[in-house]
């Protein structure tokens, strides 16, 4: 298979163990050489036990604006794993799927889910759905509760937010990202398409 970052490619990357993905606090905010301009609490979550899938697209920068861009490299999907099936108790109305797509804050995923604070994880039902889910979890989560995200990082966001910086979302936009990543709607919300040759394993099992 050629080796190009494609979303469809990465999708099919998902879960090899590989770090090609993310491997570490990946992009330039990363190694900012600004000094830590708040003092919010700031913990060092562990790495996640399973990898996601950024949701931030190459071509992002063409479409959206530099919040929802900034929002998006927050983000990842990933499939529920059993122990996410199995703590996701917060008044759900709708049992949680293993396997079922949901999106959640990079930075905090490696803590148990009562750890990470409101709004980390949605589970959007349909790729609709993904941009509100993603709002949500901007306003009560990336600019509040989480505690693992990058205090300037922090601060990024919520200077964008209140300079009103949000509006020009290109909600297809967001949607079609999620469909070209691979996501497809199902009764039971989202899920993602199964590379050819995986005999419908999933590539997350081990
Ligand atoms: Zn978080
Ligand atoms: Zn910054």
């Known amino acids: 298979m050629p080796n190009m970052m494609s979303p469809i ?3 099919q990357s998902y879960g090899t ?20 301009i708040s003092n919010v609490p700031h913990i060092q979550a562990p790495p996640p036990r399973r990898a996601g899938i950024t949701l931030a697209l190459s ?17 990842e999907i990933f499939e529920a794993q059993p122990e996410d099936v ?4 917060q008044g759900r109305k709708k049992q949680v799927i293993l396997g079922q797509v949901g999106i959640r804050c990079r930075h905090c ?9 409101r709004g980390a994880v949605y589970y959007p039902a349909r790729l609709q759905g993904v941009y509100q889910a993603a709002q949500n979890m901007a306003s009560s989560h990336l600019c509040e509760s989480c505690q693992c ?9 919520r200077n964008l937010r209140d300079r009103r910086d949000t509006a020009s979302g290109g909600k297809q936009y967001w949607a079609d990202g999620a469909r070209a990543m691979g996501l497809v709607e199902s009764d039971e919300g989202l899920r993602l398409r199964r590379p050819e040759g995986t005999n419908g394993q999933s590539p997350t099992t081990s």
């Open 59 to 75: 071509c992002d920068d063409e479409q959206l604006s530099e919040y929802q861009m900034l929002v998006r490299k927050q983000l």
């Open 17 to 36: 163990g590989g770090g090609t993905n993310h491997a570490g606090p990946p992009d330039k905010y990363a190694s900012s050489s600004a000094k830590p």
């Open 149 to 157: 995200i990058p205090p300037h990082l922090k601060a990024d966001l």
């Open 9 to 11: 490619s990465m999708a």
């Open 109 to 117: 995923s490696g803590l148990s889910l009562r750890q990470r604070g």
């Open 86 to 89: 199995e703590s996701n108790t």
